[in-house]
């Protein structure tokens, strides 16, 4: 997540009088989805001042003709057209309902008034296309869920789209990755607009992590995007993902598509949006993930077996993308995961240490005479269910302990 203080403050010298940050616009498309829309309504328009939350006035606008559907049928009627977007200090486009469609002409000049008055515009998730269409991208760090991201890069050369990022703050245009990640983008607009304290009690609110870390490459999946499949180089790629186990380089997959490596480079790059380098570590991290968590080889041969030349080469870049040693990893993946038996002895537990039958007396007379945990004090061995239970909540709560493991945001 990268942001710049420098050009943060300058953008907002550029304000006009008419515009304030606190004031935000939403614009809203027919056949956007409900959810992504729905969150930066969720966080700025609702008053939460009780809470320690600054308040935001919110005016939704329709990015054309309404009425808006969206998923599941429904249809919506904004209270506000584009002209409102002239007061709005701050202007978000949560979704755009088709990477391949083109945006309104007329949204797209409203957009882009807005951002010469100096107003701070937001894309979150598909809306990175609708900012892209406006040019306000050109030249810029950006992202969007990792499976448009390729699209994103090919169609708009000019923005320098990370697929890897939840979201990027690049002073004035902010961008995020999927759903979740907009929510990421919203709280982070707050920290930066009231500070840290204010952030953190809309996220208990919201009962969602103050603050993430890390980025999408966890969520990576190995299928190929759908832009490459008719491309010579889809050959190349499959080949790659079919040998992660070889110890192979950049040269040899350009080598492999007959291309000089500057070539190869600057086509793998508009064809996936990633530098062939990375996406080659992110696929062999991948690939460690599944073997730590189906297998039992040890860590120096999970190493081998990805194409990494040593253990230490694994553990640098497995930590770099998922914030854990594929160690700490593997341990974390098997509480969560319990094996054969465990959830049947689990489910006894609960149902010995939680009576329904009988009076109140004989309830009390077979907690006691069972081998089982008390109601009070029933728990199971680290990571298992009941202990799951009760500590999914605690990291909404100012001053509690966090679990072993746990990350906390840095």
Same mark, same amino acid.
């Given at each position: ?8 403050? %300058? ?21 956007? $989805?409900? &959810? %992504? @829309? ?9 008053? +939460?001042?009780? =809470? ?6 919110? *005016? ?8 808006? +559907? ?23 486009? $949560?979704?755009?309902? @088709? ?7 007329? =949204? ?20 990175? &296309? ?10 810029? #760090? ?5 499976? /448009? ?6 169609? /708009? ?5 990370? #697929? ?36 953190? =009690? *809309? ?14 490459? +966890? /969520? ?6 759908? %832009?490459?499949?008719?491309?010579? *180089? ?6 790659? *993902?079919?040998?992660?186990? %070889?110890? &192979? ?5 350009? =080598?492999r598509a007959y291309m000089s490596r500057r070539t190869f480079d600057r086509r793998f790059r508009s064809l996936t949006g990633s530098a062939p380098l990375q996406w080659l570590i992110t696929q062999r991290v991948l690939q460690a993930q599944r073997l730590l968590e189906t297998s039992d080889y040890s860590v120096d041969e999970v190493a081998g077996r990805c194409g990494f030349? @040593? ?8 930590r770099r993308q998922l914030g854990s040693s594929p160690a700490a990893y593997r341990a974390a993946y098997r509480a969560r995961r319990p094996q054969g038996g465990v959830l049947e002895s689990v489910a006894t537990a609960l149902e010995t240490s939680v009576p329904t039958q009988g009076t109140p007396s004989s309830r009390r007379a077979a907690a006691a005479s069972s081998p ?24 909404? &709560? $100012? ?8 990350? @906390?945001?840095?």
């Amino acid at each position: 997540m990268s942001q710049d203080s420098a050009t943060t403050t %300058e953008a907002a010298r550029k304000l006009t009088g008419r515009r304030r940050r606190e004031v935000v616009a939403v614009l809203l498309f027919s056949g956007g $989805p409900i &959810f %992504e @829309s729905s969150i930066p309504l969720s966080v700025f328009g609702i008053d +939460r001042q009780d =809470a320690g939350v600054p308040r935001y006035r919110l *005016l939704v606008c329709g990015g054309e003709e309404g009425p808006l +559907r969206t998923t599941g049928g429904l249809e919506l009627s904004a209270p506000y057209g584009l002209e409102a977007i002239s007061r709005a200090g701050t202007v978000v486009v $949560p979704a755009w309902r @088709s990477i391949t469609s083109p945006p309104p002409a007329e =949204a797209l000049d409203a957009l882009r008034r807005a951002h010469e008055e100096g107003a701070r515009i937001v894309g979150l998730c598909t809306g990175a &296309f609708v900012l892209a269409a406006a040019g306000l991208l050109d030249g810029r #760090p950006a992202t969007t869920h990792w499976m /448009y991201a390729p699209t994103l890069a090919k169609r /708009y050369p000019s923005v320098h789209v990370d #697929p890897r990022e939840l979201f990027v703050d690049d002073g004035d245009v902010l961008t995020s990755a999927g759903t979740a990640a907009g929510i990421d983008l919203c709280l982070h607009i707050v920290r930066t607009d009231h500070g840290t304290e204010a952030a953190g =009690a *809309l996220a208990r609110r919201l009962v969602v992590p103050p603050r993430r870390s890390g980025g999408q490459e +966890r /969520y990576l999946d190995r299928s190929l995007p759908e %832009e490459i499949g008719s491309d010579p *180089l889809a050959e190349v790629v499959a080949w790659a *993902l079919e040998h992660l186990h %070889e110890q &192979f380089d950049v040269e040899t997959l350009a =080598a492999r598509a007959y291309m000089s490596r500057r070539t190869f480079d600057r086509r793998f790059r508009s064809l996936t949006g990633s530098a062939p380098l990375q996406w080659l570590i992110t696929q062999r991290v991948l690939q460690a993930q599944r073997l730590l968590e189906t297998s039992d080889y040890s860590v120096d041969e999970v190493a081998g077996r990805c194409g990494f030349r @040593s253990p230490v080469a694994l553990r640098g870049h497995f930590r770099r993308q998922l914030g854990s040693s594929p160690a700490a990893y593997r341990a974390a993946y098997r509480a969560r995961r319990p094996q054969g038996g465990v959830l049947e002895s689990v489910a006894t537990a609960l149902e010995t240490s939680v009576p329904t039958q009988g009076t109140p007396s004989s309830r009390r007379a077979a907690a006691a005479s069972s081998p089982g945990p008390s109601p009070v004090t029933a728990s199971t061995a680290p990571g298992g269910h009941a202990e799951r239970l009760t500590a999914g909540s605690e990291a909404y &709560f $100012p001053g509690r302990p966090t679990l072993p493991g746990q990350r @906390s945001a840095p």
